[in-house]
């Protein structure tokens, strides 16, 4: 009789501490509420390992100009403003969020009692990582370059249970100031179109990104007239791809990926199995780890034929970025990477939620409630809103050629319409 | 290393299946190894594609698993001499390429340097290339391995396996942890020339040119050499070895500068082959090799550079015909046959430890 309560008051125990511990995922951190402090801090997580250093670099430089501009010695309002930066990669995982690395990001910015936003992830994968974490803490989080789909609807593209799965409190905390895939996949089918493309060869990288808008491509593709002739997913530690490369039959090629990835050496043996096969890559490969043959890219007469895609245009077509690079320049000495604009802009639109809430800067939920409302808003982007689904209304994509080792901006990229597949947005 | 091999046990009774089970692992695995080529042949030919396509795939499999191959013989050598596993050999290989890179630099080798240049400084890099991971891995063997030669097996094993990631650490310090791209200095996609409308490229050639003397050479000195001879002796039996008075640990030092320099010719190779380099290429590099030299014959020189070459037609024509995410799968499933039927490898005999 003793031992079987013996045993009832150790499962009760172990029940106790197993639902303890599968609600602490969050971090322990105050789920959503006030701020007790007057002192606020914003995290960004990024990869600053690997391939990615240099665009991540961009947006962090970009967000610490931003913070300086809207936030001047860290003041806003009645509020001081740290910013907190985290790396999201690892020696062993470089070039993208690890997995691991990311979790414990966003447990720590969960954890802190100070948090009010968290600006990041660079890369999709991670985002599924954070944002569930992010949101059970009810802490508002921007990404300044995320495009998978699946983070915020459940349009082509998806994957079943997207995005509810993401958001476990059942309100949404996670928004984007970039386009999502099904628009980069329709401005990528409309390059190749008016390119003379009639079929191609579609390659990604498996990771959720490059998976993601490989299948937005594909869904673009069809309506565009262009026959997707061949689909791999190419694996980032084979020694190359030739034998892959010897199947490819089209006019056309497109790598679905990221540079860390192996980009370069798959751009390389595609562009030596097809001589005359134009070639495309996304926001991913928009670098100049990738493009750059002295930085590891990719060689100049690969780059030669090669064309990106990215969702920030040129100065020519963004001319309310002007003052803002050129302070850029002044400050960090170079021209931004296209995702320094991205790094600002995400800054900007979170102090411009804070200042939106006023006195209620310390409140989570209120500055989620600001987030959310953002209409019409007057930026280096353009003028856009945030959706109910967190997604920016901002559709333009930037074409970009490889000139002298660098991503060149050509021409604004207006997706056709027709070739954005349709879903249910929720 | 075919000094590994002990006398046939003695005969036992045999059972019903025995004659089917060496039937298949005669002529079933003969039959099993060449039934890709040969299915994809047949349907190129029903779809009218000729022998080219296959042909072409067979090419750079060749070439491919001359590289496997190279580094394939350094498992062999070490575990036929002292049954080790030496998992930071792929590791030291890595090294390798990333010395023949630096070379590059050092030796102002790049793109518009002159065919006389160009081989003058790419055979330095090659001998610089093998010395180094020569070096290293004698230098890993009197560190790590040789305090440990009484120890329990494990010991050396898991000391393998943290040496492999000192290496790995390394590498990232030495040229950080992503992939890059190195100059293409044999321009290896080049179609060289064409037999019968098979391309064969300058990297095929370059990879089976360095490949075959060296095998050669490795053979004729482990075969007709004095030190070849006591490390086939101390392969066979150490202590007996010790006892005719073979120095057992300065052979051991040899065996691993032996497969030392061939992971430094393969490096090269490799780096002119691919052009793109990481740290983690070693690991990668390594568990293939590692499984060519199982699936040969662990300890046999033949059954190394069969698997490597093997393995390395398997790879090309899974990623082309298959699909490349299949690729492991469909590699490691021949290796599972082959170890079913043929638990010691495909040309392999049992060795101390088996038998």
């Known amino acids: 009789m003793r031992l079987r309560s013996a045993a009832a008051t150790g499962s009760c125990c172990a029940l106790v501490v197993g639902l303890a511990a599968c609600g602490g995922g969050g971090g322990g951190g105050a789920t959503g509420g006030k701020v007790a402090a007057k002192s606020l801090t914003i995290y960004s997580s990024l990869p600053f390992q690997g391939t990615s250093r240099g665009q991540s670099t961009a947006v962090l430089n970009g967000e610490k100009l931003a913070l300086a501009k809207f936030a001047p010695g860290g003041k806003l309002g009645q509020f001081t403003i740290k910013l907190q930066s985290l790396d999201d990669s690892t020696a062993q995982n470089p070039g993208t969020a690890d997995e691991g690395q990311t979790r414990q990001n966003a ?50 593209g998806s994957e079943p249970g997207e995005p509810q799965k ?5 309100k949404r905390t996670y928004a984007r100031v970039v386009p999502r895939d099904t628009i980069q996949g329709a401005a990528l089918v409309s ?5 003379g493309c009639k079929s191609v060869t579609l390659w990604n990288d498996g990771t959720t990104y490059g998976a993601g808008l490989a299948r937005n491509v594909e869904l673009s593709a069809k309506p565009g007239g262009i026959a997707v002739q061949d689909k791999q997913r190419t694996d980032k530690t084979a020694p190359n791809y030739r034998a892959l490369a010897a199947g490819i039959k089209s006019d056309c090629f497109l790598w679905s990926g990221v540079t860390g990835e192996n980009g370069v050496q798959v751009f390389k043996d595609a562009a030596a199995a097809c001589p005359n096969c134009k070639l495309y890559g996304p926001d991913g490969v928009s670098e100049e780890a990738f493009t750059n043959p002295a930085k590891g890219g990719i060689p100049a007469n690969v780059g030669a034929r090669t064309k990106t895609t990215v969702a920030t245009l040129g100065l020519k077509d963004l001319p309310k970025a002007a003052p803002v690079i050129a302070a850029y320049k002044k400050k960090y000495g170079a021209a931004p990477d296209p995702y320094g604009i991205y790094g600002y802009e995400t800054m900007a639109l979170a102090l411009d ?33 945030i959706d109910k689904n967190g997604d920016t209304t901002l559709t333009d994509y930037g074409l970009y050629a490889v000139k002298n080792g660098k991503p060149t901006y050509q021409r604004k990229v207006v997706a056709d319409k027709k070739l954005i597949p349709s879903g249910s947005s929720s | 290393m075919e000094a590994a091999s002990v006398a046939a046990a003695p005969p036992v009774a045999r059972r019903r299946g025995d004659t089917l089970r060496r039937l298949i692992s005669t002529y079933g695995l003969i039959i099993a190894l060449v039934a890709l080529p040969v299915l994809y042949t047949i349907i190129d030919l029903v779809h009218g594609r000729g022998l080219v396509p296959i042909a072409d795939l067979l090419v750079q499999g060749i070439s491919n698993g001359a590289i496997w191959a190279l580094i394939a013989l350094g498992y062999t050598l070490v575990y036929g001499i002292i049954e080790l596993i030496n998992f930071a050999h792929g590791d030291n290989f890595m090294i390798g390429t990333f010395v023949a890179f630096t070379l590059y630099g050092t030796l102002g080798l790049t793109l518009a340097t002159g065919p006389l240049g160009l081989i003058g400084g790419l055979l330095v890099c090659l001998i610089v290339s093998m010395i180094a991971c020569g070096a290293t891995n004698v230098m890993i063997e009197r560190v790590a391995y040789r305090p440990l030669r009484n120890a329990p097996k494990l010991a050396p094993l898991i000391t393998a396996v943290g040496f492999s990631f000192i290496l790995q650490n390394v590498g990232i310090l030495w ?30 050639v370059l990879a089976v040119a360095v490949t075959i003397p060296l095998v050669f050479l490795l053979t004729l000195f482990i075969t007709r050499t004095r030190i070849g001879k006591a490390m086939r002796a101390t392969a066979q039996d150490p202590e007996a070895a010790r006892l005719m008075g073979i120095n057992v640990d300065t052979t051991i030092s040899f065996t691993f ?9 393969a490096s090269l190779v490799y780096a002119l082959y691919q052009t793109t380099l990481w740290y983690f290429s070693g690991f990668q590099a390594g568990l293939i090799a590692f499984t060519a030299a199982v699936m040969g014959g662990i300890g046999n020189l033949k059954g190394a550079v069969l698997g490597g070459l093997i393995i390395g037609c398997l790879q090309q024509i899974s990623d082309n015909r298959i699909g490349a995410q299949w690729t492991p799968a469909v590699v490691f499933a021949y290796l599972v046959l082959i170890m079913v039927f043929r638990p010691q490898g495909l040309v ?8």
């Open chain 1, 166 to 170: 993401y958001y476990p409190s059942g």
């Open chain 2, 257 to 265: 500068l032996m497969g030392g320099l061939m992971a430094g010719a």
């Open chain 1, 353 to 385: 939620a804070l200042k939106r809430a006023g006195a209620q800067a310390n409140d989570r939920s209120a500055v989620i409630g600001q987030l959310f409302q953002t209409k019409n808003r007057n930026s280096i982007l353009g003028t856009y809103s």
């Open chain 1, 107 to 156: 447990r720590q910015a969960a954890g802190d009692k100070t948090t009010i936003f968290y600006l990041g992830e660079f890369n999709s994968g991670g985002s599924k990582v954070s944002i569930p974490i992010l949101n059970k803490g009810g802490i508002p989080q921007i990404s300044p370059a995320n495009t998978y789909v699946g983070l915020t609807t459940n349009d082509p």
């Open chain 1, 191 to 195: 390059v190749m179109k008016s390119d």
């Open chain 2, 348 to 355: 392999g005999e049992e060795t101390r430890e088996a038998g």
């Open chain 2, 175 to 204: 040229f950080g942890s992503s992939q890059f791209s190195v100059p293409d200095l044999i321009h290896s996609q080049h179609v060289l020339f064409t037999v019968a409308g098979v391309r064969v490229h300058n990297s095929d």
